[in-house]
Each structure stands twice: as structure tokens, then as C-alpha cells.
């Protein structure tokens, strides 16, 4: 019961609302209220200063931050531990992914092998992923996004150029290959801001001297964006080998100098050696070696 209540005013520190915490935890708002104040009436502590909405850290509060983060990860570790040592007859393999594009070959199968595993698949952004894989939230992380963090271990499964991606009616359609300077006065598609995606596709736009213009529309997935292309709702840069073949979609390659884009699995450097992440890296097709 003691961890509960640490859970709920470690996630409330952390996200820095009730609110969130309560999504993260994926319990309402009342009971992460709840749960707060039962542990500081039982332990007669003031965990947070409250000044109307805002919630400040009490000295308390802040002291046990560091503590109950080395609780919560040896609690994921356990469970880590008992999950592997099952012979994957049963457990769960949490994948996070920007896009299922490069990865779901692999889960694909590993799924033939291991029919009795669970597999939940989180969609997020480069960053979200691999805070997910940091907080011990997902097994395994692919990202755009390259990270040295010492922590974890990066294979690189994806090299790919980007390419302009338009609907079958779309002016550039026809063309066998488009300079980004063409894009000037087209509706872009365009990720949410911080996406690595969005991020690389501002800066060779910019370099190209093409300046955004006002009709963007900005979609949080990459799945929503090849949707919307489907759906003759604009143009947009992506990287090959997620386009996929669809009799309404054109991929138009670039006559520009282009940076490729990157795909990476990670996983933690602690759980190289186990059962599962073993299980599910043979199924992965690397294009290096472990880095």
C-alpha cells in the first residue's frame, strides 16, 4: 500500500499537476488527491507547499524525490525479472515507437514465436519514447532521435532518405523527382514541435530557403500525416521506408542534397542479457553492430 501512496506524490512531483499524474498512473484525479494526503496525515508531513493550483515541493517532499525514484526502479526491475524468467510462456514485451513502420516486422515475428506473450505498442515522439524506455515504462524504444544516454544500447534499423510524399492528384505527382524550393506556396503536413521529424524537416526546408507558410497543418503522429496525404490534405517529407505502398500516395524523390533519416532501437544496457530482450532482438534486423 506504501508504495501507491509514493507513486501518486512522486508522479504529482514529477508532471507537476495532479492532472497528469493521474493520466499517468491511469487513475482519476480524486484518487491521486486521496492518496497524497492519506500519506501525509499518517506520517504528519507536508509533501507539497499549496498556494491555490500550485503545488511546491516541501523540504520533505524534496528529500524523499531521489529515494522513491530508487524504490520505483528496483519495483520495475523486479517485475522485469519475474516477467523474463517465465520463459516467455506468458509475460508482456512493451514496445514504444515513433511509427510502426520499422518495427512491426519484428514484433511481427516475434509474435509467431511467442504467441503467449502480451505485446502493448505506446506511440510518442522521439523524446517520449525514450523517456518511456528511461522510466522503465517500455522494453524496447525506436526513435529517430540518436541518444548517448550511457544507459542504454543503440542499433541503427533504418537509413533512409527523405522524400516528398503527395496525393495522386497532387501537381507533383506526375514529377520523377522535385527540389524542396517547389514546395513553396503547397499545404505541408507537418509534426507536432519538438517531433524529430518536424524538427529536420524545418531545417532543410529553411536551408533551402523556403519559409513555412501559413497553411500548415500539424498532426502528433506519422501514421496521422500519411492519412491526411491519403486524403489530398497537403504534402509533406518523409523518409522513405515509411510511405509504404498505396495506390493514392506518390513518394517523389528529392534532387535536393538531403540528410538521411535515422531509425534506432534502444534498449537498457542492464537488460542486454535477458531472456525476453534476447527473444525479441533476434527477430530485429540491425544495420550495425551493437554501439
Known amino acids: 500500500m506504501l508504495a501507491l501512496l509514493l507513486a501518486a506524490f512522486y508522479e504529482t512531483a514529477r508532471q ?4 497528469a499524474a493521474a493520466k499517468r498512473l491511469e487513475v482519476s484525479q480524486p484518487t491521486i488527491t486521496s492518496r497524497i494526503q ?15 493550483n500550485r503545488l511546491d515541493l516541501s523540504d520533505v517532499g524534496a528529500a524523499l524525490m531521489p529515494m522513491i525514484g530508487q524504490m520505483l526502479q528496483i519495483e520495475n526491475d523486479v517485475d522485469f525479472a519475474l516477467r523474463n524468467e517465465r520463459e516467455l510462456r506468458t509475460g508482456n514485451l512493451r514496445v514504444g515507437t515513433t511509427g510502426p513502420f520499422y518495427i512491426l516486422p519484428a514484433i511481427a515475428a516475434f509474435r509467431r ?3 503467449a506473450v502480451r505485446i502493448s505498442i505506446e506511440i510518442g515522439n522521439s523524446r517520449q519514447v525514450l523517456d518511456a524506455l528511461a522510466d522503465f515504462r517500455v522494453d524496447v524504444a525506436v526513435s529517430s532521435q540518436r541518444d548517448a544516454d550511457p544507459r542504454f544500447v543503440r542499433h541503427t534499423i533504418a537509413d533512409d532518405p527523405l522524400v516528398v510524399v503527395v496525393h495522386r492528384s497532387h501537381p507533383l505527382a506526375s514529377r520523377d523527382a522535385a527540389a524542396l524550393a517547389e514546395l513553396a506556396g503547397h499545404t ?14 524545418e531545417h532543410v526546408l529553411k536551408h533551402a530557403g523556403v519559409a513555412l507558410p ?5 498532426l502528433g503522429s506519422r501514421e496521422a500525416i500519411r492519412e491526411a496525404v491519403r ?5 509533406t517529407l518523409m523518409p522513405r521506408g515509411e510511405v ?9 524523390p528529392l534532387v535536393d542534397d538531403m540528410p538521411r533519416m535515422h531509425e534506432y532501437l534502444y534498449y537498457l544496457d542492464a537488460r542486454a542479457d535477458t531472456r525476453l ?7 530485429v534486423e540491425c544495420r550495425d553492430e551493437r554501439a
Open 277 to 283: 530482450i534476447a527473444a525479441f532482438m533476434a527477430n
Open 188 to 201: 505541408l503536413l507537418l509534426r507536432e514541435p519538438g517531433s524529430r521529424t518536424r524538427t529536420l524537416m
Open 113 to 115: 514465436q511467442y504467441p
Open 16 to 19: 507537476g499537476s495532479v492532472t
Open 231 to 235: 486524403h489530398d490534405m497537403g504534402c
Open 244 to 252: 509504404g505502398a498505396h495506390p493514392e500516395l506518390r513518394a517523389i
Open 38 to 52: 492519506q500519506l501525509e496525515r499518517h506520517y504528519g508531513v507536508a509533501l507539497f507547499h499549496r498556494r491555490g
Open 214 to 218: 501559413a497553411g500548415v497543418i500539424e
